[in-house]
């Protein structure tokens, strides 16, 4: 998203150095889903909007239901005409995930980051938005910053980092089979730890 430029190296994106590519055209095709989300002091309509300006009514529903937040938008007094207060104070944490969530599916990007996208969200919540994402994740690059590894299992490359460096990198069986940090903590999270 370049909030920050590098100081060594260099990002590519499709072979190009991201730090060439004009800010505003590299974050047009990028969402984002925070672990924290940013809600505007707005409706939950206009919020879930955000994610592409332009959007027409029935987009933004199917966007909410593949987030799994219709059911409980369409519970609250007034619908998708909840305001939801300054940064979503009036919703539950996992509520405004999910919003954030359909934002993001909203804006279509070919490239998605998410940030913990799914620890404000209980278990069976979280099982129902996974498999959501998964569907988002088709045919784009996705980055996932995680602690859960239940939630990246199913990625092409994990990149374990520890103290800022990458240490080890693979899917998650060859991650598993190499024994390493990333094994330990899969057996420490899934209780398979032996002390």
């Known amino acids: 998203m370049r909030l920050y ?38 409706t939950i309509y206009e919020n879930i909007l955000y994610g592409r300006i332009g959007a027409n ?29 300054e940064r979503g104070i009036k919703l539950s944490g996992g509520q405004c995930q999910r919003i954030a969530i359909a934002r993001a599916i909203l804006k279509d990007a070919p490239i998605l ?3 913990e996208a799914t620890s404000s969200l209980d278990s069976l919540t979280e099982k129902l938005i996974q498999e959501s994402l998964h569907v988002a994740m088709n045919n784009r690059t996705v980055i996932v910053i995680a602690h859960r590894l239940s939630t990246i299992l199913s990625m092409d490359k994990i990149l374990v980092m520890d103290k800022g460096k990458i240490i080890e990198m693979g899917n998650h069986k060859q991650l598993i089979d190499a024994g390493g940090f990333y094994d330990a903590l899969w057996n420490a999270q899934s209780g398979h730890s032996f002390i």
């Open 5 to 42: 430029d590098v100081q060594n190296g260099k990002i590519l994106l499709d072979g190009q150095d991201i730090s060439t590519i004009n800010k505003h055209n590299l974050r047009e095709n990028i969402a984002f889903i925070p672990q924290h989300p940013s809600l505007f002091h707005r």
């Open 57 to 85: 009514y029935e987009e933004v529903i199917n966007a909410s239901k593949k987030a799994h937040a219709h059911e409980f938008i369409v519970n609250l007094p007034q619908g998708y005409d909840t305001h939801v207060g």
């Open 113 to 115: 980051i998410l940030d």
